[in-house]
């Protein structure tokens, strides 16, 4: 019903950026919060960052000053502007969103994920 499609992601050294987006599309009324959460090889999935409808954010500690969330609300996009990377930022990250759907019902959603791999 709703779908999630990543982009961006890759290889990296440490000290650089990479950006990831993230489009929504589907049978979807409205979109609440959108956001990034990453896993780790061995490690539970974290949250990064995430941002409202009105745009109101919130950050794991160890990206801020770093990543940038930012949102489209008219294309139903996020963006993740990751800079000053760092070795352990290597995960897998993924796109999620709390979606109201046509009939109402309130879901959440995952994309299939992002390698971002960061070297020394």
């Known amino acids: 019903q709703v779908q999630l499609v990543e982009s961006g992601g890759g290889l990296v050294q440490a000290g650089g950026s990479l950006r990831l987006s993230c489009a929504a599309s589907g049978n979807i009324f409205s979109i609440n919060a959108m956001g990034w959460y990453r896993q780790a090889p061995g490690k539970q999935r974290e949250l990064v960052a995430v941002?409202?409808?009105?745009?109101?954010?919130n950050y794991a500690e160890f990206v801020k000053g770093r990543f940038t969330i930012s949102r489209d609300n008219a294309k139903d996009t996020i963006d993740l502007r990751m800079n000053s990377l760092k070795p352990e930022d290597t995960a897998v990250h993924y796109c999620?969103?709390?979606?109201?759907?046509?009939?109402?019902?309130?879901?959440?959603?995952w994309g299939q994920g992002t390698q971002v791999t960061v070297s020394s």
């Open positions: 999620t969103t709390h979606v109201r759907l046509r009939d109402s019902s309130l879901r959440r959603y």
């Open positions: 941002i409202s409808s009105g745009g109101s954010t």
